[in-house]
Protein backbone atom coordinates (compact mmCIF):
# COMPACT_ATOMS: atom_id res chain seq x y z
CA UNK A 1 0.00 0.00 0.00
CA UNK A 2 2.98 2.49 1.15
CA UNK A 3 4.68 1.65 -2.29
CA UNK A 4 1.34 2.22 -4.52
CA UNK A 5 0.71 5.80 -2.58
CA UNK A 6 4.02 6.75 -3.24
CA UNK A 7 3.63 6.04 -6.87
CA UNK A 8 0.60 7.98 -7.29
CA UNK A 9 2.31 10.92 -5.54
CA UNK A 10 4.99 11.25 -8.16
CA UNK A 11 4.06 13.16 -11.57
CA UNK A 12 2.74 11.37 -14.66
CA UNK A 13 6.11 11.41 -16.71
CA UNK A 14 7.58 9.79 -13.66
CA UNK A 15 4.41 6.54 -13.48
CA UNK A 16 4.92 6.19 -17.14
CA UNK A 17 8.90 5.55 -16.75
CA UNK A 18 8.65 2.93 -14.27
CA UNK A 19 5.79 1.36 -16.29
CA UNK A 20 8.13 2.11 -19.30
CA UNK A 21 10.65 -0.19 -17.45
CA UNK A 22 8.72 -2.94 -16.42
CA UNK A 23 7.97 -3.33 -20.12
CA UNK A 24 11.87 -2.85 -21.25
CA UNK A 25 12.73 -5.74 -18.68
CA UNK A 26 9.78 -7.74 -19.62
CA UNK A 27 10.94 -7.35 -23.39
CA UNK A 28 14.38 -7.72 -22.91
CA UNK A 29 14.44 -11.09 -20.74
CA UNK A 30 11.80 -12.54 -22.27
CA UNK A 31 13.70 -12.99 -25.55
CA UNK A 32 17.66 -12.45 -24.88
CA UNK A 33 18.54 -15.14 -22.17
CA UNK A 34 17.38 -17.58 -24.87
CA UNK A 35 18.13 -16.47 -28.07
CA UNK A 36 22.00 -18.12 -27.87
CA UNK A 37 20.33 -21.60 -27.55
CA UNK A 38 17.97 -20.30 -30.93
CA UNK A 39 21.05 -19.48 -32.62
CA UNK A 40 22.86 -22.78 -31.94
CA UNK A 41 20.09 -25.25 -31.79
CA UNK A 42 17.60 -23.80 -34.15
CA UNK A 43 19.54 -22.13 -36.73
CA UNK A 44 22.57 -24.44 -36.13
CA UNK A 45 24.81 -21.99 -35.93
CA UNK A 46 28.82 -22.54 -34.48
CA UNK A 47 29.56 -21.12 -31.50
CA UNK A 48 31.78 -18.58 -32.32
CA UNK A 49 29.13 -17.44 -34.84
CA UNK A 50 26.86 -17.18 -31.59
CA UNK A 51 29.42 -15.46 -29.42
CA UNK A 52 30.17 -12.91 -32.21
CA UNK A 53 25.86 -12.12 -32.28
CA UNK A 54 25.71 -12.01 -28.69
CA UNK A 55 29.17 -9.32 -28.52
CA UNK A 56 27.87 -7.47 -31.05
CA UNK A 57 24.71 -6.73 -29.27
CA UNK A 58 26.76 -6.12 -25.79
CA UNK A 59 29.33 -4.07 -27.82
CA UNK A 60 26.96 -1.69 -29.25
CA UNK A 61 25.43 -1.00 -26.29
CA UNK A 62 27.89 -0.22 -24.01
CA UNK A 63 30.47 1.28 -25.88
CA UNK A 64 27.33 3.81 -27.09
CA UNK A 65 25.89 4.57 -23.83
CA UNK A 66 27.84 8.13 -23.95
CA UNK A 67 26.72 9.21 -27.27
CA UNK A 68 22.79 8.24 -25.62
CA UNK A 69 23.77 10.67 -22.81
CA UNK A 70 24.54 13.45 -25.03
CA UNK A 71 21.90 12.67 -27.07
CA UNK A 72 19.66 13.08 -23.94
CA UNK A 73 21.29 16.36 -23.29
CA UNK A 74 21.02 18.34 -26.56
CA UNK A 75 17.61 16.96 -28.14
CA UNK A 76 15.83 16.08 -24.98
CA UNK A 77 15.40 12.88 -23.25
CA UNK A 78 12.03 12.48 -24.41
CA UNK A 79 13.49 11.50 -28.21
CA UNK A 80 15.89 9.87 -27.08
CA UNK A 81 13.66 7.24 -24.91
CA UNK A 82 11.19 6.97 -28.10
CA UNK A 83 13.63 6.76 -30.69
CA UNK A 84 15.15 4.20 -28.76
CA UNK A 85 12.38 2.04 -27.69
CA UNK A 86 11.09 2.03 -31.86
CA UNK A 87 14.73 0.73 -32.75
CA UNK A 88 14.41 -2.37 -30.37
CA UNK A 89 11.22 -2.59 -31.92
CA UNK A 90 12.77 -3.02 -35.38
CA UNK A 91 15.92 -5.17 -33.61
CA UNK A 92 13.57 -7.70 -31.80
CA UNK A 93 11.53 -7.72 -34.99
CA UNK A 94 14.66 -8.79 -37.43
CA UNK A 95 15.63 -11.49 -34.73
CA UNK A 96 12.11 -13.40 -35.75
CA UNK A 97 12.30 -12.94 -38.93
CA UNK A 98 15.77 -13.17 -40.18
CA UNK A 99 17.47 -16.51 -40.44
CA UNK A 100 20.87 -15.16 -42.24
CA UNK A 101 23.97 -13.83 -40.23
CA UNK A 102 24.23 -10.33 -42.23
CA UNK A 103 20.07 -9.79 -40.88
CA UNK A 104 20.97 -11.41 -37.04
CA UNK A 105 23.94 -8.72 -37.00
CA UNK A 106 21.52 -5.90 -37.63
CA UNK A 107 19.00 -6.84 -35.33
CA UNK A 108 22.03 -7.19 -32.44
CA UNK A 109 23.18 -3.52 -33.71
CA UNK A 110 20.06 -2.17 -33.52
CA UNK A 111 19.23 -3.98 -30.25
CA UNK A 112 22.19 -2.86 -28.85
CA UNK A 113 22.19 1.17 -29.90
CA UNK A 114 18.32 0.74 -28.75
CA UNK A 115 19.90 0.37 -25.33
CA UNK A 116 22.58 2.85 -25.43
CA UNK A 117 20.04 5.36 -26.09
CA UNK A 118 16.95 5.25 -23.77
CA UNK A 119 19.12 3.53 -20.87
CA UNK A 120 21.17 7.09 -19.90
CA UNK A 121 17.95 8.97 -21.47
CA UNK A 122 15.32 7.82 -18.85
CA UNK A 123 17.79 7.46 -15.61
CA UNK A 124 18.49 11.37 -16.77
CA UNK A 125 14.52 12.39 -17.16
CA UNK A 126 13.84 10.59 -14.15
CA UNK A 127 16.54 12.55 -12.02
CA UNK A 128 15.68 15.64 -13.50
CA UNK A 129 11.84 15.39 -12.87
CA UNK A 130 12.23 13.94 -9.45
CA UNK A 131 14.19 16.65 -8.37
CA UNK A 132 14.80 16.12 -4.28
CA UNK A 133 13.08 12.83 -4.49
CA UNK A 134 15.25 11.48 -6.47
CA UNK A 135 16.47 8.06 -4.30
CA UNK A 136 12.46 7.38 -4.01
CA UNK A 137 11.84 7.50 -7.61
CA UNK A 138 15.04 5.23 -8.05
CA UNK A 139 14.16 3.10 -5.58
CA UNK A 140 10.78 2.27 -7.47
CA UNK A 141 12.01 2.09 -10.84
CA UNK A 142 14.26 -0.49 -9.41
CA UNK A 143 11.13 -2.70 -8.26
CA UNK A 144 9.47 -2.34 -11.66
CA UNK A 145 12.87 -3.64 -13.26
CA UNK A 146 12.85 -6.38 -10.75
CA UNK A 147 9.01 -7.10 -11.49
CA UNK A 148 9.94 -7.00 -15.16
CA UNK A 149 13.38 -9.20 -14.87
CA UNK A 150 11.16 -11.64 -13.39
CA UNK A 151 7.96 -11.59 -15.86
CA UNK A 152 10.49 -11.44 -19.06
CA UNK A 153 12.03 -15.28 -18.66
CA UNK A 154 8.88 -16.84 -17.18
CA UNK A 155 6.67 -15.70 -19.95
CA UNK A 156 9.71 -16.37 -22.63
CA UNK A 157 9.93 -20.03 -21.52
CA UNK A 158 6.67 -20.47 -22.05
CA UNK A 159 6.53 -18.68 -25.42
CA UNK A 160 9.38 -20.83 -26.30
CA UNK A 161 7.25 -23.95 -26.19
CA UNK A 162 5.50 -22.47 -29.22
CA UNK A 163 8.48 -20.84 -31.41
CA UNK A 164 11.28 -19.03 -30.84
CA UNK A 165 10.00 -16.01 -33.29
CA UNK A 166 6.52 -15.47 -31.44
CA UNK A 167 9.27 -14.93 -28.39
CA UNK A 168 10.58 -12.28 -30.49
CA UNK A 169 7.61 -10.77 -32.11
CA UNK A 170 5.87 -10.50 -28.69
CA UNK A 171 9.34 -8.71 -27.12
CA UNK A 172 8.85 -6.73 -30.45
CA UNK A 173 5.27 -5.85 -29.81
CA UNK A 174 5.87 -5.29 -26.12
CA UNK A 175 8.77 -2.38 -26.87
CA UNK A 176 5.94 -1.03 -29.94
CA UNK A 177 3.28 -0.32 -27.33
CA UNK A 178 5.98 1.51 -25.42
CA UNK A 179 7.37 3.57 -27.88
CA UNK A 180 3.39 4.53 -28.83
CA UNK A 181 3.03 5.44 -24.88
CA UNK A 182 5.75 7.67 -25.00
CA UNK A 183 5.15 9.21 -27.84
CA UNK A 184 1.44 9.71 -26.69
CA UNK A 185 1.99 10.60 -22.65
CA UNK A 186 5.49 11.02 -21.70
CA UNK A 187 5.94 15.32 -21.91
CA UNK A 188 8.29 17.01 -23.29
CA UNK A 189 11.23 18.65 -21.20
CA UNK A 190 12.72 22.29 -22.33
CA UNK A 191 16.41 21.22 -23.37
CA UNK A 192 18.96 23.69 -21.65
CA UNK A 193 21.69 24.27 -23.94
CA UNK A 194 25.38 23.09 -22.33
CA UNK A 195 27.38 25.98 -23.57
CA UNK A 196 29.64 24.03 -25.48
CA UNK A 197 30.48 21.75 -28.13
CA UNK A 198 30.17 17.69 -27.52
CA UNK A 199 33.83 17.21 -27.39
CA UNK A 200 34.13 19.93 -24.77
CA UNK A 201 31.27 18.36 -23.14
CA UNK A 202 32.97 14.71 -23.05
CA UNK A 203 36.60 16.08 -21.74
CA UNK A 204 34.35 17.98 -18.87
CA UNK A 205 32.53 14.87 -17.45
CA UNK A 206 35.86 12.41 -18.68
CA UNK A 207 38.08 14.95 -16.86
CA UNK A 208 36.35 14.47 -13.72
CA UNK A 209 38.77 11.64 -12.01
CA UNK A 210 36.49 11.30 -9.24
CA UNK A 211 33.46 10.43 -11.26
CA UNK A 212 35.51 8.22 -13.04
CA UNK A 213 36.84 6.45 -9.90
CA UNK A 214 33.03 6.37 -8.61
CA UNK A 215 31.96 4.83 -11.65
CA UNK A 216 34.98 2.05 -11.61
CA UNK A 217 34.35 1.31 -7.93
CA UNK A 218 30.85 0.35 -9.44
CA UNK A 219 31.98 -3.31 -10.68
CA UNK A 220 30.97 -4.47 -7.79
CA UNK A 221 27.43 -3.69 -7.72
CA UNK A 222 27.03 -4.37 -11.81
CA UNK A 223 28.97 -7.79 -11.62
CA UNK A 224 27.01 -9.17 -8.38
CA UNK A 225 23.77 -8.09 -9.56
CA UNK A 226 24.40 -10.10 -12.92
CA UNK A 227 25.09 -13.00 -10.75
CA UNK A 228 21.55 -13.59 -10.71
CA UNK A 229 21.14 -14.81 -13.78
CA UNK A 230 24.76 -16.31 -13.81
CA UNK A 231 26.42 -18.07 -10.48
CA UNK A 232 23.21 -17.87 -8.26
CA UNK A 233 20.84 -20.06 -10.57
CA UNK A 234 23.67 -22.31 -11.32
CA UNK A 235 23.90 -22.93 -7.74
CA UNK A 236 20.53 -23.63 -7.70
CA UNK A 237 19.72 -26.03 -9.72
CA UNK A 238 23.78 -28.13 -8.29
CA UNK A 239 22.18 -27.80 -4.86
CA UNK A 240 18.43 -29.32 -5.49
CA UNK A 241 19.13 -31.26 -9.23
CA UNK A 242 15.88 -29.62 -10.23
CA UNK A 243 15.94 -27.02 -13.00
CA UNK A 244 13.16 -25.38 -12.37
CA UNK A 245 15.24 -23.80 -8.63
CA UNK A 246 16.42 -20.80 -10.83
CA UNK A 247 13.02 -19.53 -11.08
CA UNK A 248 13.16 -19.64 -7.06
CA UNK A 249 16.14 -17.30 -7.21
CA UNK A 250 14.04 -14.43 -9.25
CA UNK A 251 10.86 -14.66 -6.96
CA UNK A 252 12.21 -14.63 -3.71
CA UNK A 253 14.15 -11.27 -4.88
CA UNK A 254 10.66 -9.81 -6.72
CA UNK A 255 8.75 -10.69 -3.52
CA UNK A 256 11.72 -9.19 -0.84
CA UNK A 257 12.02 -5.95 -3.57
CA UNK A 258 8.25 -5.09 -3.39
CA UNK A 259 7.51 -5.34 0.18
CA UNK A 260 10.98 -3.44 1.42
CA UNK A 261 12.59 -1.58 -1.54
CA UNK A 262 10.74 1.51 -0.77
CA UNK A 263 10.77 1.31 2.27
CA UNK A 264 14.09 0.75 2.93
CA UNK A 265 15.17 4.31 1.05
CA UNK A 266 12.85 6.13 2.58
CA UNK A 267 13.88 4.58 6.05
CA UNK A 268 18.21 5.82 5.18
CA UNK A 269 17.47 8.96 3.43
CA UNK A 270 17.70 10.84 6.47
CA UNK A 271 20.00 8.63 8.44
CA UNK A 272 23.97 8.81 7.53
CA UNK A 273 25.44 10.16 4.52
CA UNK A 274 25.07 8.34 0.94
CA UNK A 275 27.83 6.76 0.64
CA UNK A 276 27.41 5.10 4.03
CA UNK A 277 24.58 3.18 2.57
CA UNK A 278 26.11 2.53 -0.66
CA UNK A 279 28.92 0.98 1.18
CA UNK A 280 26.83 -0.87 3.34
CA UNK A 281 24.69 -2.43 0.77
CA UNK A 282 28.24 -3.44 -1.55
CA UNK A 283 29.63 -5.28 1.78
CA UNK A 284 26.36 -6.89 1.91
CA UNK A 285 26.38 -7.85 -1.55
CA UNK A 286 29.88 -9.65 -1.14
CA UNK A 287 28.60 -11.28 2.07
CA UNK A 288 25.66 -12.95 0.05
CA UNK A 289 27.99 -15.52 -1.60
CA UNK A 290 28.67 -16.80 1.76
CA UNK A 291 26.00 -19.19 2.02
CA UNK A 292 25.97 -20.21 -1.05
CA UNK A 293 30.03 -20.85 -0.82
CA UNK A 294 29.80 -23.19 1.96
CA UNK A 295 27.75 -25.62 0.09
CA UNK A 296 29.40 -25.18 -2.81
CA UNK A 297 30.57 -29.20 -2.62
CA UNK A 298 27.41 -30.57 -2.30
CA UNK A 299 27.05 -31.52 -6.34
CA UNK A 300 25.42 -35.09 -5.52
CA UNK A 301 21.57 -35.48 -6.06
CA UNK A 302 19.95 -34.89 -2.94
CA UNK A 303 18.35 -38.02 -1.04
CA UNK A 304 15.08 -36.79 -1.07
CA UNK A 305 12.73 -33.51 -1.22
CA UNK A 306 13.43 -32.69 2.51
CA UNK A 307 17.31 -32.77 1.17
CA UNK A 308 17.03 -30.72 -1.45
CA UNK A 309 15.24 -27.82 0.08
CA UNK A 310 17.99 -27.98 2.88
CA UNK A 311 20.22 -27.60 -0.24
CA UNK A 312 18.50 -24.85 -1.66
CA UNK A 313 18.11 -22.83 1.88
CA UNK A 314 21.83 -21.19 1.40
CA UNK A 315 21.59 -20.55 -2.27
CA UNK A 316 17.94 -18.96 -1.04
CA UNK A 317 19.51 -16.84 1.51
CA UNK A 318 22.50 -15.43 -0.74
CA UNK A 319 19.84 -13.99 -3.05
CA UNK A 320 18.20 -12.31 -0.60
CA UNK A 321 21.06 -11.06 0.63
CA UNK A 322 22.12 -9.85 -2.58
CA UNK A 323 19.15 -8.09 -3.46
CA UNK A 324 18.88 -6.52 -0.38
CA UNK A 325 22.38 -5.53 -0.83
CA UNK A 326 21.36 -3.63 -4.07
CA UNK A 327 18.30 -2.16 -2.67
CA UNK A 328 20.55 -0.58 0.23
CA UNK A 329 23.13 0.37 -2.23
CA UNK A 330 21.46 0.96 -6.26
CA UNK A 331 18.77 3.78 -5.15
CA UNK A 332 21.25 6.04 -3.66
CA UNK A 333 23.85 5.08 -6.74
CA UNK A 334 21.63 6.49 -9.28
CA UNK A 335 20.94 9.65 -6.48
CA UNK A 336 24.30 10.66 -6.76
CA UNK A 337 25.19 10.49 -10.62
CA UNK A 338 24.27 13.71 -12.30
CA UNK A 339 25.03 15.48 -8.66
CA UNK A 340 28.70 15.63 -9.98
CA UNK A 341 28.18 17.25 -13.40
CA UNK A 342 26.13 20.38 -14.48
CA UNK A 343 22.29 20.10 -14.68
CA UNK A 344 22.59 20.00 -18.49
CA UNK A 345 25.15 17.43 -18.56
CA UNK A 346 22.85 14.85 -16.65
CA UNK A 347 22.26 12.72 -19.49
CA UNK A 348 26.06 12.76 -20.38
CA UNK A 349 26.80 11.38 -16.71
CA UNK A 350 25.23 8.31 -16.64
CA UNK A 351 26.06 7.51 -20.00
CA UNK A 352 29.82 7.58 -19.00
CA UNK A 353 28.68 6.06 -15.49
CA UNK A 354 27.28 3.42 -17.06
CA UNK A 355 29.60 2.63 -19.80
CA UNK A 356 32.41 3.09 -17.46
CA UNK A 357 30.95 0.21 -15.24
CA UNK A 358 29.41 -1.72 -17.52
CA UNK A 359 32.81 -2.32 -19.46
CA UNK A 360 34.45 -2.95 -15.63
CA UNK A 361 31.30 -4.86 -15.18
CA UNK A 362 32.01 -7.25 -18.02
CA UNK A 363 35.57 -7.84 -17.27
CA UNK A 364 34.21 -8.55 -13.68
CA UNK A 365 31.62 -11.29 -15.48
CA UNK A 366 34.73 -12.81 -17.18
CA UNK A 367 36.95 -13.51 -13.89
CA UNK A 368 33.77 -14.99 -12.28
CA UNK A 369 33.29 -17.11 -15.30
CA UNK A 370 36.55 -17.96 -15.61
CA UNK A 371 36.31 -18.89 -11.99
CA UNK A 372 33.18 -20.68 -12.61
CA UNK A 373 35.01 -23.29 -15.10
CA UNK A 374 38.50 -23.22 -12.92
CA UNK A 375 37.05 -24.57 -10.07
CA UNK A 376 35.02 -27.22 -12.07
CA UNK A 377 38.24 -28.36 -13.50
CA UNK A 378 40.33 -28.11 -10.30
CA UNK A 379 37.84 -29.02 -7.56
CA UNK A 380 37.87 -25.94 -5.83
CA UNK A 381 33.75 -25.19 -6.40
CA UNK A 382 34.07 -22.42 -3.90
CA UNK A 383 36.32 -20.06 -6.12
CA UNK A 384 33.54 -18.56 -8.11
CA UNK A 385 32.04 -17.53 -4.58
CA UNK A 386 34.79 -16.19 -3.30
CA UNK A 387 35.36 -14.12 -5.76
CA UNK A 388 32.24 -12.32 -5.66
CA UNK A 389 33.01 -11.84 -2.01
CA UNK A 390 35.72 -10.16 -3.04
CA UNK A 391 34.52 -7.72 -5.51
CA UNK A 392 31.57 -6.74 -3.27
CA UNK A 393 34.37 -6.00 -0.42
CA UNK A 394 36.71 -4.69 -2.54
CA UNK A 395 33.87 -2.01 -4.54
CA UNK A 396 32.64 -1.54 -0.51
CA UNK A 397 36.38 -0.71 0.36
CA UNK A 398 36.57 1.84 -2.56
CA UNK A 399 33.61 3.62 -2.29
CA UNK A 400 34.17 4.35 1.58
CA UNK A 401 37.77 5.56 0.40
CA UNK A 402 36.35 8.42 -2.08
CA UNK A 403 33.68 9.14 0.60
CA UNK A 404 37.05 9.91 2.77
CA UNK A 405 38.81 11.85 0.36
CA UNK A 406 35.36 14.30 0.44
CA UNK A 407 35.27 12.91 -3.68
CA UNK A 408 31.00 12.21 -3.50
CA UNK A 409 28.59 14.99 -4.10
CA UNK A 410 28.09 16.08 -0.40
CA UNK A 411 24.27 16.42 -1.04
CA UNK A 412 22.68 15.26 -4.18
CA UNK A 413 21.67 18.05 -7.02
CA UNK A 414 17.67 19.31 -7.36
CA UNK A 415 17.49 20.59 -10.54
CA UNK A 416 13.93 22.25 -10.95
CA UNK A 417 11.24 21.29 -13.73
CA UNK A 418 10.82 22.53 -16.73
CA UNK A 419 7.64 22.38 -19.03
Request: with cysteine.
Amino acid sequence: MKTWHEIRSFPLAIRLLLVNQLGVNTGFYLLVPYLALHLSEDLGMSAAVVGIVLGVRNLSQQGLFLIGGTASDRLGARGVIIAGCALRTVGFGLFALGDGLPVLLAASVLSGLAGALFNPAVRAYLALEAEERKAEAFALFNVFATIGALIGPLLGSALLLVDFRVSALTAAGIFAVLTAAQALVLPARQVAPTGSTVVADWREVIGNRGFLAFALAMVGMFTLENQLYLLLPDGARRATGWEGAAGLVFLIGTLANLWLQLRITTALKKRGSRARWISAGLVLMGLSFVPPMAMSGHDNTPDDLADAVLRALPVLAGALLLHLGVMLAQPFVMELVPGFGRAELTGTCFGLFYMVSGIAAAVGNTVVGWAMDTGERTDTPWLPWACCLAFGLSSAAGVAWLHRRRVLPARPTSVPATA
